[in-house]
């Protein structure tokens, strides 16, 4: 697979595809959010819709840029993708007018049976993520017209059945064309840039872990298991997808629902960054990289941006940190903001929540935990330390998308 | 001195405030397991919306076992521990308490005080049936004690039932329409069939 | 030599060997030598260690700081992670 890290933005891109890493709790978390404001039927269309289309995007990128020709060898590749990005191991079968997916592991179903599934009675299917892809990899490998089958997940694990299964039928699908972004209109989207604190540990930081995930790919099952999370390589066109089209919806349909969307959709960053970050800074890989952490507050901001950076997140710089007080961090180009730009031009309101929930995050991690000591970071940990809310607050203060040079989130105590 | 949360009907200070070694005191609804009312010391480390949910439990489990095995009602559990000691007690059909003292208070003085705090509690609740308590209310706190991610609770039931989120701080004030959704909502979040209300 | 539960979303999957009188140069000679274990790429270099045993599980080291770590076979069901754990640890004593 062909993964371009940019130097320049610190966005990551699959052959001329965004993308970008992110681990189970905000994959979860984010559809849960859209299926909370849609209603589980709506938005498993919207996020299939959604994620069709960026599967399409990718698997026509990939496939121009090989040499597979049949549609066997085409469908091979789609399905190998799909696995090294760690999103399951998924079958699929083609002929004439009818086919059929049977997905193992996949990741949202999957690690949604692992989080929730001893609390939460589950009663509608969890992977829409994997019903696009299905549509998109069929439409590809044996040249259908775009936006021609529909698909059906008529079987999840996370309802409790032994497979995810879905039927596939020859049959027209609503037509969303709008542009999506690739890597031309990222890299040549105007950046101002000017490095922050810390900047050169941040950059070796976000150097040393890219090369570490270079060779990062799913296991047997499809799935990568790292820094006690389930990570995957996802599509950015995805997560803006699903994010925005609901804003929209919202905005113009019922308003008062925009501050709840804005804070879950911040949340689903917050809990992201909490596990991950923190999964990645207690894990053996950084150990042996960087030694067990301290608690050092400046040294632990640094290595966060620079993971954000590593992990595609953008070029994220800090402005200005006081320890147990104060971030202001700024991205000068992050995952969210290409999208929208792209799709509505410029908003009145600040919206890349994403970094929010993670600036949030940042000082979380560096409060709240002891460093010096054992941390067992888990779901019991989260749920123990945020009862009672985070204890840091957050606001946007400049947005890309409202037509800042820069988006800058400023943190401090509640 | 920490008094019980938003929209509960009366102050538990008053009735508490020369009790010795007195920790926290929860009246608590039957069968729903409700909080009702509370205070927690001002000294004490007691979480008093957790601590509650699962009294909640407590009681109801103790009323299923007093009649499983033919206790008669009315009687007082005592549950001695470090460094608290409980003592559980139905105030009538509808109401328990639950008191929670230092352990180094006497039985004796913790028996004898939880006697007068009844006395002094129980005409007012005479007049109140679980009924007359806010479904809105009730829904709410059980959300809020069950739900995984409880600091963003109150932001999944808007979205999930189209009610704006500031019409959850004061429960009481929801319609009846806004409480079936409510109902619905709260269901859908924590994946159950039905609540046990 | 005794196991301590790692935390992580995925129950019981990574334990800490807490190799206790036992230098970490000693237990890498050791496990280098045992016919159970054989050492697999990382990409970490001599940073991070990897071996492996015949059924997939993993022993992680970190030579500059002695951390080790038993890493289990993500097919063992959950129920027999902390009996495999402890398997592996006799194996090691």
Known sequence: MSRFCSGKTDLMY??????????????????????????????????????????????????????????????????????????????????????????????????????????????????????????????????????????????????????????????????????????????????????????????????????????????????????GVYVTMHLSNYYNGITYETLKYLEENKPFLTKPFANLAKESGHVCVFNTF??????????????????????????????????????????????????????????????????????????NFFVRGASQAFMVLIDKLDWESEITLNDELYRKLFKEGIGWKVEETKSICTGSAYTEVVVTRE | MKDSAVSLPFSMRRYVKDIDGLQAVFVLTFPDGNLYSSWTSPHSSIDTESTAGYLGDL??????????????????????????????????????????????????????????????????????????????????????????????????????TGIDVSKFHNPMGLTEEEIEKVREGVKYILGLQKLPF | MKLKKSGGCFRNIRWMLDLEEETVEDFIEKIKKSSLFRETVSPLGDRLLRFKDNDGNEIIVVPSTGRTEIRLHYLIPESERKAKAEEILKKLR
């Open chain 2, 59 to 160: 009681i109801r489990a103790n009323r299923k076992v007093i009649k499983q095995l033919d206790i008669p009602e009315n009687v007082q559990i005592t549950i001695e521990s470090q460094p608290f000691v409980l003592l559980v007690k139905e105030i009538n059909k509808y109401f328990d308490i639950v008191t929670i003292f230092n352990r180094s208070v006497s039985l004796g003085i913790m028996r004898m005080e939880l006697k007068n705090l009844i006395e002094q509690i129980e005409p007012h609740l005479k007049t109140v049936t679980p009924s007359a308590l806010n479904e809105g209310v009730k829904l709410i706190n059980f959300l809020k004690r069950y739900s995984i991610d409880t600091h963003v609770a109150l932001d999944r039931l808007s979205l999930v």
């Open chain 1, 14 to 227: 699959l052959w001329n595809t965004p993308v970008v890493y992110h681990c189970h709790h905000f994959n979860l978390f984010l559809d849960q959010t859209i299926e909370d404001t849609l209603g589980p039927q709506k938005s498993y269309e919207l996020r299939s819709n959604v994620a069709y289309r960026a599967w399409y995007q990718l698997l026509a990128d990939a496939i121009s840029n090989s040499d597979v020709s049949t549609p066997i060898e085409k469908l091979t590749l789609a399905k190998t993708i799909f696995k090294n990005m760690g999103h399951g191991k998924i079958n699929l079968f083609w002929e004439t007018n009818k086919g059929e997916a049977i997905g193992e592991f996949l990741h949202y179903g999957y690690s949604w049976k692992q989080k929730y599934g001893e609390f939460v009675k589950r009663f509608h299917p969890a992977d829409p993520v994997a019903a696009g892809f299905a549509r998109a990899a069929i439409e590809v490998s044996f040249n259908l017209p775009t936006f021609s089958l529909t698909t059906d997940e008529t079987q999840c694990i996370a309802i409790d059945s032994e497979q995810c299964y879905f039927t596939i039928d020859l049959q027209s699908s609503p037509k969303d064309e709008y542009p999506l972004v690739d890597r031309e209109y990222c890299e040549n989207l105007e950046m101002l840039y000017r490095p922050g604190k810390y900047e050169e540990k941040v950059r070796e930081v976000a150097k040393a872990l890219k090369e570490f995930t270079a060779g990062v790919k799913g296991d047997e099952r499809g799935l990568v298991e790292a820094f």
């Open chain 1, 278 to 351: 923190g999964g990645i800074l207690t894990s053996a890989e950084w150990e042996s990289l960087y030694g067990k952490p301290s608690n050092d507050p400046e040294l632990l901001i640094s290595y966060l941006t620079g993971i954000a950076r590593a992990l595609g997140f953008g070029k994220w710089v800090i402005k200005d940190f006081e320890p147990n007080k104060l971030l202001v961090l700024r991205t000068y180009i992050n995952y969210e903001a290409p999208y929208y730009l792209a799709r509505f031009g410029h908003c009145k309101e600040p919206n």
